[in-house]
């Protein structure tokens, strides 16, 4: 069972909006940055989104993150079918001796 | 260009050892973090294991112990060496350069992962 909370799957029509919630607690995202990656099977993962809200060079701005107390969110606009993954969002947890903490995925189907 | 490039996984009997390393240009791995994230089949990512650019080390409650994580600064590589392998163990194992300030870690660069089969 994963530290962060996310919902198993999200999908979403072409060219439509979809976000992704990540939920933890005060000793995990409640002070500490998040950060948001993409996972298509078979490939290395790949960086989206890291301080709450930054995008990597080469991101689109169609990713956006944010954060609010204990929970963070992943905003993908315009949906294309490239964008079916999975994506996790992760943070460093001040509680466990684990240095960085994922959350269980969630798989988008466009 | 930044590449990272896993290699050494494959079937090893429970109990037995095996290491894995990964191959890295575009960077120093003597100058930053680097980390093992794994996925285990059907599952999502699990963070393993980070050797900080001083070279201080931290592993998961579920590998302590039993993996240990090394850099060659002449080769610029980075290994996890694994022992008492478990079947819980079997996973897709990546390597990823860390970047770590005051409240964050992130992973920036990932390799496309070995796979280690822990079976009879």
Sequence with gaps: QSVLTQPPSVSAAFGQKVTISCSGGRSNIGNNFVSWYQHVPGTAPKLLIYDNNKRPSGIPDRFSGSKSGTSATLGITGLQPGDEADYYCATWDSSVSAHVVFGGGTKLTV | ?120
């Design chain 2, 1 to 120: 260009e930044v590449q990272l490039v896993e290699s050494g996984g494959g079937l090893i009997q429970p109990g037995g050892s095996l290491k894995i390393s990964c191959a890295v240009s575009g960077f120093r791995v003597s100058n930053t973090y680097m980390s093992w994230v794994r996925q285990a089949p059907g599952k999502g990512l699990e963070w393993v294991s980070v050797i900080y650019a001083e070279g201080n080390t931290l592993y998961a409650d579920s590998v302590r112990g039993r993996f240990t994580i090394s850099r060659d600064k002449t080769k610029n590589m980075v290994s996890l060496e694994m022992k008492n392998l478990r079947a819980e163990d079997t996973a897709r194992y990546f390597c990823a350069r860390e970047r770590c300030n005051v409240g964050t870690c992130y992973q920036e660069n990932w390799g496309q992962g070995t796979l280690v089969t822990v079976s009879s």
